[in-house]
């Protein structure tokens, strides 16, 4: 019988579920996470003109990360901690 | 880091006295100078007295000169009171902003023009910057330019800054700055379990299903062979070389030895393998994005130096194949870690749309042996005896055959074609590429005289997509054509490819017969997307 060093990584992953889902959008307030894709404005725009009139979104809280190819910075995040839902949205 | 071209993001601070400094206010009317600093940084103290010159000539403008300290109120108050600084500092406590304007050192000064794009950015001490900044601005604003850097006053010409706090490890433990806050340095992580195989199984079946490596049987890493490899270095094998992303997992010495005895590394390989694992680790290089991406960019691992030929890693012919244990096995190593310690693995993480034969291992060596220039590593300001390793996120490898080019500007024409493909073919601006040059053509090239920078600055200048390739609208890089820079090649309008030469590395690379150079496009480059970092080959 041989004996193994154990190459992978062995921290604990503690799994993370997600928030509950909403269960309507009606009077919500929501966050459009703007990633910086080329033409993203745009694109959420037009998102949030949808889910005010079509789905009945109180409000909508828009914020950009700089990079798209990078985790969005604590403190954004921080700062849409009160908001019922954030989506975050591609563009391209 | 930002560099001229970029738009400057917004950003708003504090100031010392506590009021609120905003970018989009204060750029109107004129351009600003931003100067990132630390107050502990000797260079950045250098340069104060500088800045106070250039606020002085600007007069009534003297708030365009803005310093961004890195650091907090009662540091930066001293530095403030010692200098008698009279234009606007603000506080980056969270560096938030040093973020996302990414200088890898301080102080780092960043010209904002009043439409808000970057029109110059450069870190470190340069009397000769602070001289060109200072007659933009004074200039922009119809002021006589005056001289701010005298190059005779006794202070260095130039001298190299500290690097960034965001950047220093240690220093970006600020509390809140991570929604899951992680010691970004540990020094020391547990030791490395054990596990019993079991009896009558299959070693290397064993592995595969334990997920070692789910896709291509590996050397079993047994305690024997890891511990020869231990023995071969002299670090603990509990000391943490690198928080491996994205999932940050510890690549402490014993778990890169794991993984290197089963990529089929020899013990020695180990002198190259934590100068790459702290390459891979560097934020600037951003593995994380890398490994995330849907693209097919993997880390390619560049050595120079003559550690390259000590440890035998292929440089000659067929170096990008399966030709030397070396070049094979340390590139096996790196891909295994980052699925094994960074937690990357297809269809999760990993969500490359092709992937790249490259994730299997992608490791070459430059042919100095066959290149009459500088190697890559004196290139980028290392000795001639030291040796480096240079990580690119690179895509795939395309051969440019040229067999019939008798000068050195027909090759690179040649080669000039293929590099405009980089990335999509009407995507310019920020993109990169290695141009991998063969020795027949580097002969070509030398005996017409091109030095290595010349041959930079001809791709440079010949490399470009032609103005009728946009006839198309709704197409990838249409709708960036108003950035893109209008330049004439063979007589006919093209749109510059690449926005700054430093974007295309060149090496040297292949054996002595066959005119076959390459291409290896890059990923996104720049702060935003993947920097090329190099780290010296040391102990």
Sequence with gaps: MSTLVNPLDERSSDGQSPAPRLDSLEGKTLALLDISKPRGKEFLDRLEQILKERYGVAEVVREVKSTYTKPAPGALIERLGFVDGVIEALAD | ?539
């Excluded at chain 2, 007069?59 to 009662?74: K, L």
């Excluded at chain 2, 066959?370 to 690179?394: D, K, R």
């Excluded at chain 2, 690449?498 to 066959?514: C, L, N, R």
């Design chain 2, 1 to 539: 880091m930002l560099t001229p071209g970029d738009l400057a993001p917004d950003f708003s601070l504090a100031r010392l006295d506590g009021t609120d400094w905003r970018l989009d206010e204060e750029v109107v009317g004129g351009p600003l100078l931003l100067a990132f600093i630390e107050t502990d940084c000797p260079t950045c103290r250098l340069a104060i007295p500088y800045l106070k010159r250039l606020a002085e000539a600007l007069g009534a403008n003297r708030h365009r000169v803005v310093v961004v300290s890195q650091d907090g109120d009662a540091d930066t108050r001293e530095l403030v009171d010692t200098y008698d600084v009279g234009f606007p500092v603000l506080l980056d406590v969270d560096l938030e902003t040093s973020r996302t304007y990414d200088p890898p050192s301080v102080p780092a000064l960043f010209l904002v023009g009043q439409g808000g794009q970057v029109e110059f950015s450069g870190v470190g001490f340069h009397k000769e910057d602070l001289n060109s900044v200072a007659e933009r601005m004074l200039s922009g604003l119809g002021l006589p330019v005056r001289t701010v850097a005298d190059l005779d006053d006794g202070a260095p010409l130039m001298k190299p800054g500290c690097t960034s706090r965001h950047l220093e490890l240690v220093g970006s433990l600020e509390a809140g700055v991570s929604p899951e806050p992680i010691d970004l340095l540990p020094e020391r992580a547990p030791r490395a379990s054990r596990l019993e195989l079991p009896k009558d199984e299959d070693p290397y079946e064993y592995c595969m299903n334990a997920g070692f490596s789910p896709f291509l049987p590996v050397v079993p890493p047994t305690a024997e062979r890891v511990d020869a490899f231990l023995a071969a270095i002299s670090h603990e094998p509990d000391r943490v070389v690198g928080l491996v992303p994205p999932c940050y997992g510890p690549a402490t010495i014993e778990k890169i030895a794991a993984n290197a005895v089963m990529a089929g590394c020899k013990p020695e390989y180990m002198e190259v393998l934590i100068p790459v694992i702290r390459a891979a680790c560097d934020e600037r290089f951003n593995l994380h994005g890398v490994q995330a991406t849907t693209h097919a960019a993997t880390p390619l691992i560049m050595l120079s130096g003559p550690a390259a030929t000590r440890l035998g890693f292929a440089s000659g012919a067929g170096a990008f194949g399966n030709v030397a244990r070396a070049n094979s096995s340390v590139g096996r190593a790196l891909q295994l870690m980052m699925a094994n310690l960074g937690g990357a693995l297809p269809g999760g993480i990993d969500m490359s749309a092709l992937g790249n034969p490259g994730r299997f291992s992608y490791c070459v060596a430059e042919n100095h042996a066959e290149s009459p220039w500088e190697p890559l590593h004196v290139e980028l300001g290392f000795g001639p005896e030291e040796s480096t390793v240079t990580l690119f996120a690179a895509g795939g490898l395309t051969e440019v055959s040229e067999h019939n080019a008798r000068t050195g500007a027909g090759v690179l024409r040649t080669i000039a074609a293929t590099l405009s493909m980089v990335w999509s073919w009407r995507r310019c601006g920020r993109v990169d590429a290695v141009v991998v040059l063969c020795p027949e053509h580097v002969a070509t090239l030398n005996a017409d005289r091109f030095s290595k920078s010349d041959v930079r600055d001809f791709l440079f200048d010949n490399t470009g997509v032609p103005l009728r390739a946009f006839d198309h609208d709704g197409t990838e890089g249409t709708q960036l054509r108003e950035t893109y820079e209008e330049i004439v090649i063979d007589d006919e309008p093209h749109y510059r490819k690449f926005s700054d030469p430093s974007q295309i590395k060149i090496i040297v690379v292949g054996g002595t017969a066959g005119k076959f150079s390459a291409v290896v496009g890059g990923w996104l480059t720049g702060a935003e997307g993947s920097q090329t970092v190099t780290y010296p080959v040391k102990w």
